[in-house]
């Protein structure tokens, strides 16, 4: 009898050891475009500096949403609302729990180097040949993309081609561009850090194609409040301002830093702020 009852025991330990483990368990999904790298990083390593196996998932913006909103992933911090992700948002909102903006002041639209000669959208049906009649655009799923057949349709564009890519090859476009001295028309949004490196300028957008000023949120999976309280709370006092993410953007692109490192040396020198989303 004893011999059973310590083995009944040791499996209950074992069990509850093993259920304490997967409770620890955090999967992050985010969309790899730069601000959604940094803002994930930097909660993945908070997350693990209170004891948590965080894995980072990335994705297409359209399964990012999809991922949360059935479990798979516990949450993400790059949903950009009232505009740029409502129709995710519009087809999953009682599947998911919206936590809260995690950056203010946030924007999409499209964007020229400043010695380029158009200054609104709507320029480009007089102008679009000097660009070559293209955008050069990021991933197709993006609500950005979205926005931007929009815009298309509202100023008539019917010359311009949207070029689908991502937004490494948006960039990277663009930094071609700047050192021929070229002009060219890319979609862009803020915070970014296109706009720390390099002289550039939204075009104005009268009709309101690209929506006003927006918000990045937080995301969580339905029951993670009543799962992962302490996840939860970390979650919903997670903030950056528009300045701390786009200086580790910068960082990031231009020393080639690992994101995770760069997060890691970001939270040691900030220990105030980081305090703030684990109290």
């Known amino acids: 009898m004893l011999k059973i009852l310590t083995a009944a025991a ?34 993945a390593e908070t997350l693990k500096g209170k004891g948590y196996d965080v894995t980072l998932t990335p994705l297409p913006a359209a399964a990012m949403w999809q991922a949360v909103a059935t479990g798979e992933a516990d949450a993400m911090v ?28 946030a924007k999409i639209g499209w964007a020229v180097p400043a010695y380029v000669d158009i200054s609104s959208v709507e320029d480009l049906k007089t102008k ?6 293209k955008v050069i655009g990021i991933d197709p799923g993006a609500g950005l993309m979205q926005a931007s057949e929009k815009a298309i349709k509202d100023y008539d564009l019917s010359s311009v081609n949207l ?36 002289d550039l300028k939204y075009l104005a957008d009268p009709k309101g194609s690209f929506g006003g000023e927006e918000t990045v949120n937080t ?27 786009q200086k580790l953007m910068l ?10 490192a760069t997060a890691k040396a970001w939270i040691a020198a900030n220990p105030d702020k980081v305090a703030a989303w684990t109290k």
């Not at 991502?166 to 296109?194: C, F, G, N, Q, Y």
């Open 10 to 43: 040791l499996a209950s330990t074992l069990m509850t050891g093993l259920a304490s483990a997967a409770e620890k368990k955090v999967n992050l999904a985010y969309v790899e475009w730069s601000d959604a790298v940094v803002a994930t990083n930097l909660l």
């Open 128 to 133: 679009g040949g000097e660009v070559g009649n």
């Open 251 to 260: 960082q990031n692109e231009q020393k080639g830093t690992d994101p995770a």
């Open 219 to 245: 995301v969580a999976r339905k029951g993670l409040a009543t799962d992962m309280p302490e996840v939860h709370k970390i979650l919903t006092n997670f903030k950056l301002s528009l300045d701390d993410e």
């Open 163 to 198: 070029v689908d890519g991502s937004d490494a090859t948006m960039t990277a476009a663009l930094k071609d561009a700047i050192d021929r001295k070229e002009p060219i028309v890319v979609t862009t949004w803020t915070p970014h850090w296109m706009f720390g490196r390099w």
């Open 78 to 105: 790059a949903a950009w609302l009232p505009a740029t992700h409502a129709a995710y948002y519009a087809k999953l909102k009682n599947q998911i729990d919206l936590v809260g903006p995690n950056v203010q002041g």
